[in-house]
């Protein structure tokens, strides 16, 4: 058998690990903001089967497997081989490609999405730094509008932001300032 990064004395693709196929497999499949089991769907696989290679991985595939992560890696743009590297790519890396992506589209468009993405920016730090420096605050919010997590609290602070610099531009000062107003007030507008 080959190992990882050489080649098989058969001429076949090498496998190795089973914990780094799933770990890249689930990288894969997570990449895609497809759920598991529409993710079996789109791409001809039995929901069981991509749930056990994802959990338990794949060292050895017999040909009828071999074959269907061989078509898989072909419609997805992935080498076969990769299945079994250490990938040391994230969600993060994986984002900021996108985001590379999208500027260039737009700067050949001539859309201005540096401001969008500032604005993102903008309203992500104001939303922590409510979080961080007025806790009592959110949990007002918290129970008025009957949020359950962390993330819901942030995730309505931060679209709360957006709305506003939407229409006006604010500074991450004035933003801050402003939130904290509409925390303190009736919190409906």
Same mark, same amino acid.
């Given at each position: 058998?080959?190992?990882?990064?050489?080649?098989?004395?058969?001429?076949?693709?090498?496998?190795?690990?089973?914990?780094?196929?799933?770990?890249?497999?689930?990288?894969?499949?997570?990449?895609?903001?497809?759920?598991?089991?529409?993710?079996?769907?789109?791409?001809?696989?039995?929901?069981?089967?991509?749930?056990?290679?994802?959990?338990?991985?794949?060292?050895?595939?017999?040909?009828?497997?071999?074959?269907?992560?061989?078509?898989?890696?072909?419609?997805?743009?992935?080498?076969?081989?990769?299945?079994?590297?250490? &990938?040391?790519?994230?969600?993060?890396?994986?984002?900021?490609?996108?985001?590379?992506?999208?500027?260039?589209?737009?700067?050949?468009?001539?859309?201005?999405?540096?401001?969008?993405?500032?604005?993102?920016?903008?309203?992500?730090?104001?939303?922590? &730094?409510?979080?961080?420096?007025?806790?009592?605050?959110?949990? &007002?919010?918290?129970?008025?509008?009957?949020?359950?997590?962390?993330?819901?609290?942030?995730?309505?602070?931060?679209?709360?932001?957006? &709305?506003?610099?939407?229409?006006?531009?604010?500074?991450?000062?004035?933003?801050?300032?402003?939130?904290?107003?509409?925390?303190?007030?009736?919190?409906?507008?």
């Amino acid at each position: 058998m080959a190992t990882v990064g050489q080649a098989s004395t058969d001429g076949s693709p090498r496998t190795g690990d089973r914990e780094v196929f799933a770990r890249n497999l689930t990288g894969i499949v997570q990449r895609s903001w497809l759920s598991r089991r529409k993710f079996a769907e789109q791409h001809g696989l039995k929901y069981k089967t991509l749930c056990r290679w994802l959990t338990k991985g794949v060292t050895n595939p017999d040909k009828r497997t071999r074959e269907k992560l061989m078509t898989l890696c072909q419609t997805l743009g992935e080498r076969f081989d990769d299945l079994w590297s250490e &990938r040391t790519t994230t969600m993060a890396d994986m984002l900021a490609e996108r985001v590379r992506e999208i500027f260039t589209i737009g700067e050949q468009a001539g859309i201005p999405y540096e401001n969008f993405v500032t604005g993102w920016w903008v309203a992500a730090r104001v939303a922590q &730094r409510l979080r961080q420096e007025e806790p009592e605050m959110c949990q &007002r919010v918290c129970r008025i509008r009957r949020l359950a997590t962390e993330a819901d609290l942030h995730i309505l602070l931060e679209n709360v932001v957006r &709305r506003w610099l939407k229409s006006e531009w604010l500074s991450e000062t004035d933003a801050f300032n402003r939130l904290r107003e509409w925390v303190l007030g009736p919190l409906d507008k």
